[in-house]
């Protein structure tokens, strides 16, 4: 590895160190990413005088891609798959469905890789780059997996990428096509994340989720940035977000503040809510409790890419919620399935589980009361439902199978 | 007990020490008499396990099992991990 002492600044953006977000002490920008005195989370801190020279006209004159909000991230694009700017489709048939006024669905299935994950990679695989490292790593529920696979082939680094042995075939696949190295663990996601935690300490590799994670959460702003920028430069009133570690919910959140302290939007008010399937729903459960601290969970059900017991941002993530008068549910399995077939059929968007644990969890929190149905909603559909089709399999069949005659035809009854 | 890289510098360099104690309470208190310092890295003010600290004793997360009072008879092992996120 190369000293940082060697690089030119440029490489690192607008940011200027890393620091606890626990208990505040900071430190160099490196491979760190815990703090040494309490271990908290670190997390990227930034100039900013160098921050408050984007501006939405530097912004639009960039390229079309989450690069064009590089002024605010802790890196340059040396990892650059033309990731993010995924479309934001309005959803009027969905909201009528619901009963709601106006409704988007920010779709990040439209990624290189499928999934939200494409961005958090970019910023981590391009800080593994200028930190000099060669070999990109992770643990990973399935998204993740995909997105390093595909980051590390497309920029000549080597990938070792760890996953539970019982994850979708569709996303086994979809990682070991890349080449690279793939590890099935006997055990849960978080086995696999605790077992990387302890590789990491032993080997020279960036690690997406650990050594470099908090370059890497900084990928997720860029959801937050698009969504306002793509509204027109202004924030909705109530954002869906789907939590497994709590890390993009309490990024984009972070997004959103940082657009209102650069003036880059109106600093409207905005309520933050968090999806959890019924099988995983640790972060959901301290928030119905009024806990601060979320009780790990073994996690069971479909919504595999959410299946996080441990959830590191959790208190993060609830504080956000809490703080912006938002709320968090849970749905079941056969909600989810009935949450991925509403959202295809009223807005032909096809998402993995967990964007049917987002739209179950958008029609729950519609019936409790607790979101509004008056108020401009965005979802985050966060995966492609191509990589999780078991979970529809058996409830999207053919309307008929008939002999290719009209007569066959008619008897089928597909007149009508 | 397996030593985290950031407590390392205060078991200067070991990735593993052994101690001898019944409970995680006791490997805490006495890696603190040998190793001054690890104690207050991994438990806060009131004397709990800090928010972002996982502990696991035969591979079994204490918060499983009782915490800190999860007996650690001879040959235990101890890990303490940072907390990850990921996805």
Known sequence: MTSLLDRPAAQFGSALNLVCRECGTTYELGPSHVCEMCFGPLEVGYDRELQKRVTREVIESGPATMWRYGGLLPVAPIVDLNVGMTRLVPAPHLARELGMRSLWVKDDSGNPTHSFKDRVVSVAASAAKALGFEVLACASTGNLANAVAAAAANSGMRSVVLIPHDLEPGKVVTTAVYGGTLVAVRGSYDDVNRLCAEVAGEVPWAFVNVNVRPFYAEGSKTVGYEIAEQLGWRLPEQVVVPIASGSLLTKVDKAWRELGSLGLVDETPYRVFGAQSSGCAPVASAFRAGHEVVEPVRPSGIAKSLNIGNPADGPYALDVVRRTGGSIADVDDAEIVDGIRLLARTTGIFGETAGGVTIGTLRKLLASGELDPGAETVVLNTGDGLKTLDAVESVSRPTATIAPTLTAFREAGLFE | ?87
Not at chain 2, 10 to 30: F, H, I, N, P, Y
Not at chain 2, 62 to 68: E, I, K
């Open chain 2, 1 to 87: 007990m397996r030593v985290p890289t950031i407590l390392r510098p205060l078991t200067g360099g070991q990735a593993e020490v052994s101690v001898e104690a019944d409970t995680l309470q006791g490997v805490l208190d006495a890696l603190e008499a040998s190793h001054p310092g690890i104690r207050t890295r991994v438990l806060d003010d009131d004397g709990k396990l800090r928010r972002f600290v996982n502990v696991y004793v035969n591979d079994d997360d204490v918060r499983f099992a009782d915490g800190l009072g999860t007996p650690t008879p001879a040959g235990t092992s101890v890990s303490i991990i940072p907390a990850v996120a990921g996805g």
